[in-house]
């Protein structure tokens, strides 16, 4: 096996792992397997097999024993290299460094100013955890073969402590992304499609539809934490939400098909204001409009690439607004997706950054 790519994280449907990287792997002709542990079982996908560690009770379960039995599986498996996923799995990278193997390390997140803003670890402590998480991080990552980042804010902090560092973007596959359909066949409805919580502006984004006669919202998604659909249950508007559960990739099509906007109003917290989130240039490709959160980051390219409307997501009223201006000018409306499907299909698009991947293996392998 030339390539194993290691979670004890993420499941087998995650888009980055499973639908983009290892695929893309495969069909360049390397051997590559994953080992996961969603509890799912054993799988056979084409060009590539998955193996389950089972799924752990707790968080703390699963950095204290599912990370060795993740390296215990990734032993018997014996590849060449070893590409890991979660920060936690840094734990056993030394150990496969010694056995000679080439360790990649994929930096999904800015994980140290992510648990700043994680709801399940007390206010108190965040800061205190953060910085030694920092600090191993760090250490550990100086000494692997190389880093791969999810976007340019992360690659820039990595590339101070390893030479070895490039950006991967979660961008859409241009294949998977189908057709524009026609605009009658919208509904007056909007989307949001992803985790549901707080910080990603769900509560402003229910009560802006108190603002918006007749206007619906397609939730798609999983709660986090679980009992978070209370609190949204009390705002004004929520009886105006469409709940579609965890969406898989085909049904999220449906959902984009049918909406005249998709939203991606997160908070401005220091953890989202540089990330480049799928969804939105998953929107983009579907051809409807975005209307997403005024950081500067995300602002050149919304607005760049005139595919939608910037607004402060903190304010329902200016959230409202800019639903009502897509409804109110269709015309223009339908220009901006056409925008932003052309701008995923000459730029933001998964094919350019296949070629990145290709190239770091080639350069291990």
């Known amino acids: 096996m030339q390539a194993c790519h290691l979670t004890s994280v993420h499941n087998r449907f995650d888009t980055r792992i499973f639908v983009n990287e290892i695929p893309s792997l495969a069909s360049e002709g390397f051997e590559v397997c994953a080992i996961v542990a969603d509890g799912k079982g054993d799988e056979e996908r084409k060009n590539?097999?998955?193996y389950d560690v089972g799924k752990p009770k707790t968080r703390f379960h699963r950095i204290l024993f599912t990370t060795k039995r993740v390296y215990k599986k990734a032993l018997e498996v014996d590849a060449k290299a070893y590409h890991l996923h979660d920060p936690e799995l840094l734990l056993i990278a030394k150990k496969l460094k010694k056995r000679g193997k080439k360790v990649i390390y994929d930096a999904h997140e800015d994980v140290p100013r992510q648990i700043v803003n994680k709801h399940w670890i007390n206010k108190g402590l965040r800061k205190v955890i953060s910085n030694p998480i920092e600090f191993y991080e760090n250490?550990?990552?100086?000494?692997?073969?190389y880093i791969i980042t999810a976007t340019s804010f992360i690659r820039d902090r990595f590339l101070l402590i390893n030479k070895n560092v490039t950006d991967i973007n979660n961008f859409p596959i241009i294949a998977s992304t189908g057709k524009t359909i026609d605009e009658a066949k919208r509904k007056k409805e909007i989307c949001y499609i992803g985790s549901i919580s707080k910080v990603r502006g769900l509560n402003e984004l229910v009560e802006a539809l108190s603002l918006l006669p007749g206007v619906s919202l397609n939730l798609a998604g999983t709660y986090s934490p679980e009992n978070y659909k209370n609190d949204l249950k009390k705002i004004p508007g929520w009886e105006k939400v469409i709940e579609y559960g965890f969406a898989n990739r085909e049904m999220a099509k449906e959902i984009m098909n049918r909406s005249i906007a998709g939203m991606v109003t997160l908070h401005p917290i220091i953890n989202y204001i540089d990330a480049l989130p799928v969804k939105m240039f998953e929107y983009m490709a579907a051809g409807i409009p975005v209307i997403a959160s005024d950081f500067p980051l995300w602002k050149n390219i919304v607005e760049g690439c005139k595919c939608g409307i910037c607004v402060d997501p903190l304010n329902p009223e200016v959230i409202a607004k800019?639903?009502?201006?897509?409804?109110?000018h269709k015309k223009e409306a339908s220009q901006m997706g056409l925008n932003g499907r052309k701008a995923v299909l000459?730029?933001?698009?998964?094919?350019?950054e296949k070629q990145k991947l290709i190239g770091v293996y080639k350069k291990l392998i």
């Open 48 to 50: 590539f097999n998955i």
């Open 139 to 145: 250490r550990i990552s100086k000494k692997l073969d």
């Open 322 to 328: 800019a639903v009502q201006y897509i409804f109110q």
């Open 346 to 352: 000459e730029k933001y698009n998964w094919e350019i």
